[in-house]
């Protein structure tokens, strides 16, 4: 991979040095791929044979020694496209204020002086809107400190505010809870710059990264035989209760490309039957050298139908489902936990299984469906805005899918399930809201 370089241009009057402009440079493309708006240049300096000819000349530009602030932004531009594929384009870095000093409190003091004696214009360091529309996103960071006698630099600060609603261009940062402030990228205290680093990566995914699917993404793409479990139940002799199914869960997890099952783990279940057609059904995880235990000699929990517990499962079967961490492995995972949960249910113990997944797909055998899309809703909640299955990562970091579905059992819903997974594994929490209703549906 080739490293990324620092480029600047600097002018110097009296003993003053200001930046006048800087970028990031990531292979050869001179595209933008992001900008930044800090509250002054720091420490990154040219080298000893430029520095010179700024001495005599009063301007120069060149390739830069990198401060502790372009190290910073490397990591969080990095972590923003990630290392897969080659980068290639500009990171544009624009200040506050072009007065270089590494200390930012003693810089806005200096600053304050220069604009009072009428040696720096408080509009010096800006740019034109039609520059700042070429940057797809910008992130913002010029600081959160305050003081009464910095009025000069609240001004500029103004401007740049107005200048970036003017170019409407996207942007993120770490805001202040009390004020239009944004905290820097680089903390002074080092150990927390991986900290501030990936919190920023969380905050753009946040707000540019939801990703769509359509609902075909949502359907098994794999084929495979289904394997047959070691140890089951003949379910003649057990027409009524539960009893170990011959059915193998395994098949729906498999079924996903993007998910597997974690090494020394296997996933078996237990199924239900009142003996007039309905059933249902309980996957457990456990370890892969066990059997299933019978029915019988089982710990029985205390919710519906007293649903046996293995004493060697886990507690929830998601803990041992595993993926790549793409958007589309979390997708599968949600739909694997619906079905997982459903796994063996017949008659009216289906719920789940009813649901079809919006957008609905006329080829795809939905048809029966199609009457209830163009309904008379009855809204309980806002029209969401994206009908297609999607992935985001929340305020906190978590991964995110929502989809929405209609369910035609008694009456006609239409439903959104929002899933929120763990940051360590594919755990998660399920919320579903309804959002309309659309009349009689079916009666089993």
Not at 167 to 191: A, E, M, N, R, T
Not at 238 to 248: I, K, L, Q, S, V
Not at 331 to 347: R, V
Request: hydrophobic share 30%; charged share 25%.
């Amino acid at each position: 991979m080739i490293e990324p370089k620092a480029y600047g241009s600097f002018v110097k009057r009296g003993e003053n040095i200001y930046r006048t402009s800087a970028f990031i440079q990531w292979g050869d493309s001179k595209e933008s791929i992001g900008a930044c708006i800090l509250q002054n240049p720091g420490s990154a300096k040219l080298d000893k044979k430029l520095t010179q000819l700024l001495d005599t000349v009063g301007s120069a530009s060149g390739w830069l020694a990198e401060d502790p602030t372009m190290k910073q932004l490397v990591s969080i531009v990095e972590g923003i496209y990630g290392v897969d594929k080659p980068i290639s384009g500009r990171f544009h870095i624009y200040n506050i204020f072009n007065l270089q000093s590494p200390t930012s409190v003693n810089a806005i003091d200096h600053l304050e002086n220069l604009v009072s004696s009428g040696k720096y214009d408080n509009s010096e360091s800006l740019v034109k809107t039609d520059e700042l529309k070429l940057h797809p996103w910008i992130l913002l960071g010029w600081g959160v400190r305050q003081e009464n006698g910095w009025k000069n630099y609240r001004l500029i600060k103004e401007k740049w505010h107005n200048l970036i609603r003017e170019s409407k261009v996207p942007c993120f940062g770490k805001k202040h809870h009390k004020s239009d402030d944004y905290y820097h990228p680089c903390p002074l205290i080092s150990s927390n710059r991986p900290m501030m680093a990936k919190e920023l990566i969380t905050l753009y995914k946040q707000k540019f990264c939801i990703q769509r699917f359509t609902s075909y993404a949502t359907k098994p793409n794999l084929i495979l035989e289904s394997k047959q479990v070691e140890k089951y139940d003949d379910k003649d002799e057990h027409f009524h209760g539960w009893y170990r199914t011959p059915e193998n869960p395994e098949s729906i997890v498999k079924g996903f490309s993007h998910l597997s099952i974690q090494n020394g783990y296997k996933l078996r279940a237990y199924q239900f039957s009142d003996g007039g057609g309905n059933g249902n059904g309980i996957v457990w995880a456990i370890p892969e050298e066990k059997e299933l235990q019978d029915s019988a000699d089982c710990e029985r929990l205390d919710e519906f139908l007293s649903p046996p517990k293995p004493a060697n499962a886990l507690s929830d079967y998601m803990q041992v489902i595993e993926g790549d961490k793409t958007p589309l492995s979390y997708l599968q995972a949600a739909i694997s936990y619906h079905e997982l949960k459903e796994f063996g249910a017949q008659w009216h113990g289906t719920s789940w299984g009813r649901n079809v997944i919006l957008p609905q797909q006329e080829e795809s055998g939905e048809e029966s469906f199609g009457r209830y899309i163009y309904n008379e809703w009855e809204m309980i909640e806002e029209e969401p805005e994206i009908k297609e299955p999607y992935f985001y990562y929340s305020k906190e970091g978590n991964p995110v899918i929502v989809f929405q579905t209609i369910n035609d059992i008694g009456t006609v819903t239409w439903n959104k399930y929002v899933h929120v997974f763990s940051k360590d594994d594919y755990t998660l929490k399920v919320e579903q809201t309804c959002i309309a209703t659309g009349g009689c549906g079916i009666i089993f």
